[in-house]
């Protein structure tokens, strides 16, 4: 799959070169550098969120659990793994309760230091591929399941899996959809090949198409196209393209590894999985040319020096390796050992970056005129991650889950440039200042505050999924920013930032090294192929729970971070005090099925609860509008939340509703009923919490 990356800009403008360093020999040397997934019915003491100090973000008491922390797996290691969950994965189908015509493919698997093993897999039904129906089970050392994440809660059972519209009809709607954007020599790819698309709604027998060709801005076109084969309707589209030393033009003089055959000097990492850098020398196609020489010098940091751009891949290349290796353990993008490659010189003034799945590669351009060649440090890493993304979760690249698939690289771009420590590029919270993009020395993105690039959301919204997915990663970025350094201003390596929250309220933070192994695991061990900022944040809990404790500093924080961008609640009552009652237990809602509900039961109160009862309610659903949502006291009194008809064709319920209980008593056991009204849609109370202020 190849994914368009890093950019998305309005305007392509010259800009002036950065840094410049002296022509000085590279030395041949590795560079230096330095389970619980729900909460039920578990009462919650809130605290007051408080802002960061100036310059620094206080850190959280609490130590990561030792147990909870991934194992440095070796490519063998891990490929016997694989193995032993080959073995026995018809087996754990039959554990899981998939069907008889259900099939598990494995695909990624990571081991913790207690012995938890988290396997991920996609699925099969009847031999076709499911779409959206990748799921990652969780085993003890006992190997008993824990947990199970599934990108869909809907029982794989399609009502037939015979087509009744031509792949003809399929392959010309793809052509067409390919034509749409102003693509350029849009042709089929791959032929219409039948699935089962389960990633929204229920599952239906589809054909997926895949058209190549040139996107717009001469970025290369792997835009696939998901068509219903019973009634010939387009069902979902994405573009799979994500986009995006020696004497560098950006990082200075740096140490490289190469290799030497003979006389001659090339870039290949042989310490690094292999990873090779070529010179495409303004082409668009092929692999290009390795950089080789007499010497092991490499450019001489000026955008003229063709070695120089791939001085600056090679040495980001690198970095991105070792800050996966070592801050995380996960030997190269696949846990393999195998390195990627890198293209540089993309193209005529092409003003971009992506990474390719099928190439299994990064490819950078040389910016307007050629002058700002796109391989700084965090591009670098930005492009690498999205195939660390594409091996792992998967996030689709479209809707929310293509905004924290951009979020994603943005923020693994940012933490590898501060790991580098570089002082030609040091670390900040900015995406792509070095490279100039936008001609007047101004960053591409900005995490503490999105907004300010002029299209990017500081938080989330009920539309965010509809827009590209460039700026829907704002929120997620803001998030993480919150999570490391906390709201308000603060100077840090030398860039002042303001970040402000949503709801007005502060946050702090609990230091990046925290939040980096966070998001990690949240993504690799609980994110899917589906994942909406509400799965998110259950995602990022579940793993911040098992890393320090669901009654730890940092689990709040990720509370507080995600509040402080309008999704979920803050622990309490939004950070002034207060008394919180969860369940987190997934419950699932009957498609046009009789009514369900989740308890909690409150304790501790006395009198009666208050006239602002705060119900933050969660609800995973494909059409909001089918649902009734009531509050349920412990005398019976249903409180209507939602109605059946609000919301129309939205997805999800992530709200919180006010409500008048002063005449209830406060302890008891309180429901939240969901009824489902109409067929076709389906989901699940994902969670929801009762606070008491």
């Known amino acids: 799959?190849?994914?368009?990356?890093?950019?998305?800009?309005?305007?392509?403008?010259?800009?002036?070169?950065?840094?410049?360093?002296?022509?000085?020999?590279?030395?041949?040397?590795?560079?230096?550098?330095?389970?619980?997934?729900?909460?039920?019915?578990?009462?919650?003491?809130?605290?007051?969120?408080?802002?960061?100090?100036?310059?620094?973000?206080?850190a959280a008491a609490s130590k990561a659990k030792p147990g909870s922390e991934s194992v440095r797996l070796t490519p063998a290691q891990r490929a016997a793994l694989i193995r032993e969950?080959?073995?026995?994965?018809?087996?754990?189908?039959?554990?899981?309760?998939?069907?008889?015509?259900?099939?598990?493919?494995?695909?990624?698997?990571?081991?913790?230091?207690?012995?938890?093993v988290h396997t991920r897999y996609e699925r099969t039904y009847a031999g076709l591929p499911v779409l959206g129906g990748d799921l990652v089970v969780e085993s003890t050392k006992a190997d008993a399941t824990a947990s199970v994440t599934k990108a869909t809660r809907a029982a794989i059972a399609p009502a037939t899996t015979k087509a009744a519209v031509s792949a003809a009809k399929a392959r010309q709607q793809a052509l067409t959809a390919g034509k749409a954007d102003k693509a350029k020599s849009p042709g089929i790819n791959r032929e219409p090949r039948k699935v089962?698309?389960?990633?929204?709604?229920?599952?239906?027998?589809?054909?997926?198409?895949?058209?190549?060709?040139?996107?717009?801005?001469?970025?290369?076109?792997?835009?696939?196209?998901?068509?219903?084969?019973?009634?010939?309707?387009?069902?979902?589209?994405?573009?799979?393209?994500?986009?995006?030393?020696?004497?560098?033009?950006?990082?200075?003089?740096?140490?490289?590894?190469?290799?030497?055959?003979?006389?001659?000097?090339?870039?290949?990492?042989?310490?690094?999985?292999?990873?090779?850098?070529?010179?495409?020398?303004?082409?668009?196609?092929?692999?290009?040319?390795?950089?080789?020489?007499?010497?092991?010098?490499?450019?001489?940091?000026?955008?003229?020096?063709?070695?120089?751009?791939?001085?600056?891949?090679?040495?980001?290349?690198?970095?991105?390796?070792?800050?996966?290796?070592?801050?995380?353990?996960?030997?190269?993008?696949?846990?393999?050992?195998?390195?990627?490659?890198?293209?540089?010189?993309?193209?005529?003034?092409?003003?971009?970056?992506?990474?390719?799945?099928?190439?299994?590669?990064?490819?950078?351009?040389?910016?307007?005129?050629?002058a700002n060649p796109l391989t700084s440090i965090d591009v670098a890493a930005h492009e690498m991650t999205h195939g660390l993304t594409s091996n792992t979760a998967g996030l689709n690249y479209s809707g929310e889950s293509g905004g924290l698939n951009e979020a994603t690289s943005d923020i693994f771009g940012s933490t590898v440039e501060f790991y580098a420590n570089n002082s030609s590029d040091v670390g900040d919270y900015l995406i792509g200042e070095e490279i100039d993009i936008n001609g007047d020395g101004t960053p591409l993105r900005y995490m503490d505050k999105p907004s300010k690039d002029g299209a990017s959301k500081d938080s989330w919204y009920s539309g965010i999924g509809s827009i590209d997915v460039h700026y829907s990663s704002g929120p997620a970025n803001h998030f993480f920013y919150l999570l490391s350094e906390?709201?308000?201003?603060?100077?840090?390596?030398?860039?002042?930032?303001?970040?402000?929250?949503?709801?007005?309220?502060?946050?702090?933070?609990?230091?990046?090294?925290?939040?980096?192994?966070?998001?990690?695991?949240?993504?690799?061990?609980?994110f899917t192929s589906t994942t909406n900022y509400a799965g998110a944040r259950t995602g990022t809990l579940a793993a911040t729970g098992e890393l320090y404790g669901t009654d730890s500093a940092e689990y709040k924080a990720v509370q507080h971070a995600w509040a402080g961008i309008n999704v979920g609640t803050r622990p309490g009552d939004g950070g002034g005090g207060g008394t919180s009652f969860e369940n987190a237990a997934d419950v699932a809602i009957p498609d046009r099925g009789a009514a369900v509900t989740s308890p909690v039961t409150v304790t501790g109160r006395t009198g009666n609860a208050p006239s602002n009862l705060q119900v933050a309610v969660d609800i995973v659903h494909t059409y909001i509008g089918d649902l009734k949502v009531d509050l349920v006291a412990p005398d019976g009194t249903a409180y209507t939340l939602k109605g059946y008809g609000t919301g129309g064709s939205a997805d999800n319920i992530n709200e919180t509703y006010t409500v008048n209980a002063s005449s209830e008593v406060a302890n008891g056991t309180w429901q939240l009923r969901v009824q489902d009204n109409a067929a076709i849609d389906t989901g699940y109370i994902n969670s929801w919490k009762l606070t008491f202020p």
């Open 85 to 116: 969950a080959n073995a026995g994965k018809a087996e754990t189908a039959k554990d899981l309760g998939l069907g008889a015509q259900e099939k598990l493919v494995v695909r990624d698997v990571l081991k913790d230091r207690d012995g938890t």
């Open 486 to 526: 906390g709201s308000g201003t603060k100077t840090i390596n030398g860039v002042t930032y303001n970040s402000a929250t949503s709801d007005g309220l502060p946050v702090t933070g609990i230091g990046r090294d925290k939040a980096e192994k966070i998001w990690f695991r949240a993504l690799t061990t609980k």
């Open 196 to 370: 089962i698309w389960a990633a929204s709604g229920k599952p239906v027998v589809a054909y997926e198409t895949v058209v190549g060709g040139f996107q717009h801005d001469g970025t290369p076109q792997e835009l696939h196209v998901v068509t219903d084969a019973t009634t010939g309707a387009k069902l979902y589209e994405w573009e799979a393209i994500e986009t995006g030393t020696g004497n560098t033009v950006y990082s200075g003089t740096v140490d490289l590894t190469t290799t030497q055959s003979g006389s001659t000097y090339n870039l290949t990492d042989g310490a690094r999985g292999g990873h090779k850098t070529y010179n495409l020398n303004r082409g668009t196609s092929g692999t290009g040319t390795l950089f080789s020489g007499p010497d092991d010098v490499w450019g001489n940091g000026t955008p003229s020096n063709l070695e120089s751009a791939g001085a600056d891949a090679h040495y980001g290349a690198a970095l991105t390796w070792d800050y996966y290796k070592n801050v995380h353990g996960r030997s190269g993008i696949r846990g393999d050992g195998v390195g990627a490659y890198s293209r540089v010189h993309y193209g005529n003034n092409y003003v971009n970056a992506f990474w390719s799945d099928s190439c299994f590669c990064m490819t950078y351009g040389d910016g307007s005129g050629n």
């Open 1 to 58: 799959m190849q994914k368009e990356s890093v950019l998305r800009s309005s305007s392509s403008r010259r800009g002036t070169s950065h840094r410049r360093t002296p022509h000085t020999p590279r030395r041949t040397a590795a560079v230096a550098l330095a389970g619980v997934a729900a909460l039920i019915a578990t009462a919650v003491q809130a605290g007051t969120a408080t802002a960061a100090p100036e310059n620094r973000a206080p």
